[in-house]
T-cell receptor
Framework: DAGVIQSPRHEVTEMGQEVTLRCKPI?????LFWYRQTMMRGLELLIY????????DSGMPEDRFSAKMPNASFSTLKIQPSEPRDSAVYFCASISGASNTEAFFGQGTRLTVV | SQKIEQNSEALNIQEGKTATLTCNYTNYSPAYLQWYRQDPGRGPVFLLL?????KEKRKERLKVTFDTTLKQSLFHITASQPADSATYLCALRNSGYSTLTFGKGTMLLVSP
């Protein structure tokens, strides 16, 4: 398996534009997490899906952020409209099953909003 | 509120010494605790997992302890090498279907 795949790797956009980040989890993994990482706040959990259903979205900063998981092999995180304070590295991670196993992370998307 | 605390200051040690990193938590009842390594520009990579009923876990030069009374985990790297230089994060999960939450991480620098 190629691991968790995120795209794009880098995104530079202007304030006010819509940004869509994509994630393909490892095949067979049924838990998916979106995180945001900054120097100040570390790795913050945004949303957690289990079997394609959002279980906990309490970390989503505000209504400008939305996430979907239409099927087991694809998830998106959308920011509309984007703001400079959204600049960060966004990671997607997947876990196999509910048991105590490791999370596999993608390479991340570095988002810069100017 | 729930908190996971790791030393924010970088840990500088000399090659060959043992590095010890700390993870403290409050208002969690974790089913297990994990340690990850993160290199610049990359996602975290899993190292070790320890369950709530385990006191200690070892893997090669790595050792993790877990004290649920003190609400603390210690992560040790023995015979450290410059290649061990990275940021190390601890993560907690209360149960199989709960969120996986990370500390901010501690940067380790091993000098030759």
């Amino acid at each position: 398996d190629a691991g968790v795949i995120q795209s794009p790797r880098h995104e530079v956009t202007e304030m006010g534009q819509e940004v869509t980040l994509r994630c393909k989890p490892i095949s067979g993994h049924n838990s998916l997490f979106w995180y945001r990482q900054t120097m100040m706040r570390g790795l913050e959990l945004l949303i957690y899906f289990n079997n394609n259903v959002p279980i906990d979205d309490s970390g989503m900063p505000e209504d400008r952020f939305s996430a979907k998981m239409p099927n087991a092999s694809f998830s998106t995180l959308k920011i509309q409209p984007s703001e400079p304070r959204d600049s960060a590295v966004y990671f997607c991670a997947s876990i196999s099953g509910a048991s105590n196993t490791e999370a596999f992370f993608g390479q991340g998307t570095r988002l810069t909003v100017v | 509120s729930q908190k996971i605390e790791q030393n924010s200051e970088a840990l500088n040690i000399q090659e060959g010494k043992t590095a010890t990193l700390t993870c403290n938590y409050t208002n969690y009842s974790p089913a297990y605790l994990q340690w990850y390594r993160q290199d610049p520009g990359r996602g975290p990579v899993f190292l070790l997992l320890i369950r709530e009923n385990e006191k200690e876990k070892r893997k090669e030069r790595l050792k993790v302890t877990f004290d649920t009374t003190l609400k603390q985990s210690l992560f040790h790297i023995t015979a450290s090498q410059p290649a061990d230089s990275a940021t190390y994060l601890c993560a907690l999960r209360n149960s199989g279907y709960s969120t996986l939450t990370f500390g901010k991480g501690t940067m380790l620098l091993v000098s030759p």
